[in-house]
Structure formats: C-alpha cells, structure tokens
C-alpha cells in the first residue's frame, strides 16, 4: 500500500534565508519556520512554538533569496525528509527537513518584503520520485 508524506506549514521565519548557489547551477535556500499554537491549562492561556527547518531547491530558493526576509509569514507546502549522517566522533546522526514543493507568500508590501507585483506570489515545483 502506498503512504502519503505530506506538511502543510504557515508561519513566520525565524531568519533571513541562508542561500547556497551551487557548482552546477542549482541554487538552494534553507528557511527555518516557526508555527505557534495556544491551549488553556489550567485555566491560564498557553502558547507553544514549534520550529521547522524548511529546504527549498531552484526556483523556489531564488524566490526565497529575492522576496522573504525575517519575520515574513509563508505557507509551504512540501514531504518530510530525513538525512543520516556521521559526525565527528562517529555519532550516526539524524537531521529531518521539509523539503518545500509549493511555497506562497502571506502579506505583502505591509510585511516589508517589497515585492514586485508581477511577480508571482505562489510557486510551485514537483519534485519526481527520486528525489
């Protein structure tokens, strides 16, 4: 049976992107996004922030690089990845990711992001199975 590995996020970030352009002319951009929900306890009004570390590839890191700054608000929309590592003392490490497959702005020109308005506020990328 097939599984579905879906996220659906909306949040603010935490930090300007972090853009990488790669030697083969891909460019990549990590995000990290913060989600916050409330709930009573006790009769007093809690709030608890999740943060995300959020991957997005190509057209999706140019528009990172070029609009969304600190504090800006986006819905994404991606699949959970898990990367394995070793590190230094030999440690077998696990770092998850959302790998962004649709990414849209919330705001605007209000939220400081200054986009152009020809420009899209939503983009889209598919990814194939391979990746």
Do not use: C
């Not at 083969?24 to 922030?49: F, H, L, W």
């Not at 898990?82 to 790998?99: C, P």
């Amino acid at each position: 049976m097939a599984g579905v590995n879906k996220v659906i996020l909306l949040g603010n970030l935490g930090a300007d992107p972090e853009v990488r352009h790669l030697e083969n002319g891909g460019v990549v951009a990590n995000i990290s996004v913060a989600t916050s929900e409330s709930y009573n306890k006790n009769g007093q009004r809690m709030e608890q922030t999740e943060w995300h570390k959020v991957e997005l590839w190509d057209r999706l890191a140019e528009l990172a690089e070029k609009y969304l700054n600190k504090g800006n608000t986006v819905y994404i929309e991606g699949k959970i990845r898990t990367n394995t590592y070793q590190d230094k003392d030999g440690n077998i490490r696990y770092d998850k990711r959302i790998r962004a497959t649709n990414m849209t702005f919330v705001g605007g020109r209000n939220e400081g992001n200054d986009t152009d308005p020809r420009e899209p506020q939503s983009s889209q990328q598919t990814q194939d199975a391979s990746s």
